[in-house]
């Protein structure tokens, strides 16, 4: 169903004033939505896709023995939780959810893995009426592990999605796709870490090979695997190995990876959600250089996720964190906004420091008005798996692009593509992007990806597809966000 905009086009003609970029930092305000139907704890995964194709993003949420819920997204309506009346009614305990489009249909399929008794993975294909459980048939059923971190990715450049799984027990997998069928191909191409790993994130760091990063708890060292024609070769960088913790130290461990520019330089930086110090990795020509401490973002603590956005819509882009919660300690959650150059201020509102959101968050533009609404999962039984609504003026809301990047079909199979946008006519950089694979622990979307652009003004959109070898380029120009309020800017891509 299509939203109504809290705000219209013309409203910028009575306040001119106020369209353009805002002086100040706008206020940090948001509100719970549908606070009732989102209240109940034990939420572990918390996954966001449009799944019957209208235009919005819907929301499944996996539970810790209690029955999953499949949130359809219905506009000014709310949501609806269909559940059970698509056969996604799943009453196992759920540690991890992935959308992906596996069988190119263009509607997505959901991959989930569980605790417990066997089977301990399922993925549910998406038959537009309902879901089929068909992990069996393609060689995605498996018996025993415990599984986290799954990622859709084209690892292999042949147009078709395969699947990378963490695994907290044992070495983890990738599963090749081959006309429908999935082989286990990890230990073949040097992908099967053994160690305890919880997070991963797929990019290109800048060769056309994409490559991976692998965050592994209880002291275990991270893996950067660096991709190639014949497989992937670990890294032995000690700042990507500590993330910005201890290694070694068995209470110490990094549990979500983020890809992101945060300096807008144009280059992607490495962020780790750690039980222990977080780091901030900058991207330099010398190396990868730990920065956290400086930028005021090291936080020591135990945490779950790490999810970036520009949700002021300043330009630049700002941090979540969420702390997890242990026994009877809840460790606080952080909401960092970038102010100046370098600092990150703490401006983490009640609206989030009283929720128990120990595991997924999501950035989301879920009523489609422009700015980014948060989405949290919190495990504990007196957690929530809230949805709270961004309320940032809506003179500001529309100074913003979201961009989805489909393949040359109209699918979407471009997980670890790179976005940017410039100022139109120029070749100055206004923000960079990564469409994510699925590097949250407990968190995983197939959503587009979003700018905030100050002043609305007109811009560029470069998006690079990497893989086997190549960097294939995609341009659009001139796009006026004005004429993207309440949609997506989909954009067809070249290459493999």
């Not at 993925?123 to 592990?145: C, H, K, M, P, Y």
């Not at 024609?229 to 549990?255: I, K, L, N, Q, Y």
């Not at 009523?367 to 309320?391: E, F, V």
């Not at 905030?452 to 070898?469: A, K, L, M, N």
């Amino acid at each position: 169903m299509r939203h109504i905009p809290r705000w219209s086009i013309g409203s910028c003609l009575l306040v001119l004033a106020a369209c353009d970029r805002p002086e100040e930092p706008q206020p940090v305000r948001f509100a719970p939505f549908a606070e009732d139907l989102f209240a109940d704890g034990g939420a572990l995964t918390d996954a966001w896709a449009d799944v019957d194709q209208d235009g919005d993003p819907d929301r499944f949420v996996g539970f810790n023995g209690t029955p999953s819920r499949l949130y359809r997204n219905d506009g000014i309506d709310g949501f609806a939780d269909i559940a059970a009346e698509v056969g996604l009614l799943v009453e196992r305990s759920v540690r991890t959810s992935a959308w992906g489009d596996f069988d190119a249909d263009g509607d997505p399929d959901l991959l989930l893995g569980y605790a417990g008794e066997t089977p301990v993975t399922a993925l549910w294909r998406n038959d537009t009426d309902g879901f089929t459980e068909i992990s069996a048939e393609v060689g995605l059923q498996l018996e025993v592990g415990t599984t986290r971190q799954a990622a859709w990715i084209d690892t292999d450049a042949d147009g078709d999605l395969d699947l990378y799984l963490g695994m907290r027990d044992g070495p983890n997998r990738l599963f090749i796709q081959d006309e429908g069928q999935f082989t286990d191909q990890a230990a073949e191409l040097g992908l099967g870490d053994p160690r305890r790993t919880v997070g991963a994130v797929w990019f290109d760091d800048g060769d056309g090979w994409l490559d991976v990063i692998v965050a592994n708890m209880n002291g275990d060292a991270n893996g950067l695997y660096q991709g190639s024609p014949t497989g992937f070769t670990e890294s032995a960088d000690d700042v990507v190995r500590g993330g910005g913790r201890t290694v070694g130290d068995e209470a110490e461990g990094s549990v979500r990876p983020c890809s992101v520019d945060y300096d807008s330089d144009g280059d992607f930086d490495l962020f780790f959600a750690n039980y222990g110090a977080n780091g901030l990795l900058e991207y330099t020509d010398s190396g990868w250089l730990n920065r956290a401490e400086t930028l005021g973002v090291a936080n020591s603590s135990r945490y779950d996720t790490c999810a970036w956005a520009d949700f002021d819509h300043d330009g630049s882009i700002d941090l979540f964190v969420n702390g997890t919660v242990g026994g009877e300690t809840h460790y606080r959650d952080w909401l960092m906004r970038r102010e100046g150059d370098p600092v990150f201020m703490d401006v983490t509102p009640a609206e989030i420091l009283d929720r128990n959101a120990s595991h997924g968050a999501t950035w989301v533009d879920f009523d489609l008005d422009g700015d980014l609404d948060l989405a949290l999962a919190g495990a504990a039984a007196d957690g929530t798996h809230s949805l709270l609504q961004n309320l940032l003026r809506p003179e500001f809301s529309w100074h913003s692009l979201q961009v989805r990047v489909l393949d040359a079909a109209g699918r979407s199979t471009r997980a670890g593509a790179e976005v940017r946008i410039y100022a139109a006519g120029l070749r100055e950089l206004l923000g960079t992007r990564r469409v994510d694979s699925g590097s949250g622990y407990d968190a995983q979307s197939d959503l587009p990806v979003h700018f905030g652009i100050p002043g609305g003004q007109r811009v560029d959109v470069e998006v690079i597809v990497p893989g086997g070898g190549q960097r294939f380029v995609t341009r659009v120009e001139d796009v006026d966000p004005r004429d993207y309020q309440g949609r997506v800017l989909d954009v067809r891509t070249s290459g493999q």
